[in-house]
């Protein structure tokens, strides 16, 4: 099992930078797809991004492309994403998620991910 702890969120005006960290600790951290998941007031909880266990591969929806940036260190056993050119729409409280299925697909599917953190807000001010 491995257990997720969310950082790095905040209110932060339109057009502005955010970085959010989860840091990962229990079984082997480079074992794991990881991927990052938010959930609006009201909403359903949403895929943003995902990353294969080296690195080396990520995936991202359309939405965020180009301005959200995903990645792991596993030496510091630690994923992050960094958000620039933030609007308000994406205010949400943002998660972080682990699989243990190795392989590279579906990875936008909430129910593929087995272990979550606690989540982070993010609120984006017009």
């Known amino acids: 099992q491995v257990q997720l702890v969310e950082s790095g969120g905040g209110l932060v005006q339109a057009g502005g930078s955010l970085r959010l960290s989860c840091a990962a600790s229990?079984?082997?951290?480079?074992?794991?797809?990881m991927g990052w998941f938010r959930q609006a007031p009201g909403k359903e909880r949403e895929f943003v991004s995902a990353?294969?266990?080296?690195?080396?591969?990520?995936y991202y929806t359309d939405s965020m492309k180009g301005r959200f940036t995903i990645s792991r260190d596993n030496a510091k056993n630690t994923m992050y994403l960094h958000m620039s050119m933030l609007k308000p729409e994406d205010t949400a409280v943002y998660y972080c998620?682990?699989?243990?299925?190795?392989?590279?697909?579906?990875?936008?599917?909430?129910?593929?991910?087995?272990?979550w953190g606690q989540g982070t807000q993010v609120t984006v001010s017009s």
């Open positions: 229990g079984r082997t951290f480079s074992n794991y797809i």
């Open positions: 990353i294969s266990w080296s690195g080396s591969n990520t």
């Open positions: 998620a682990a699989r243990e299925n190795a392989a590279w697909a579906h990875l936008h599917v909430k129910y593929s991910y087995d272990y």
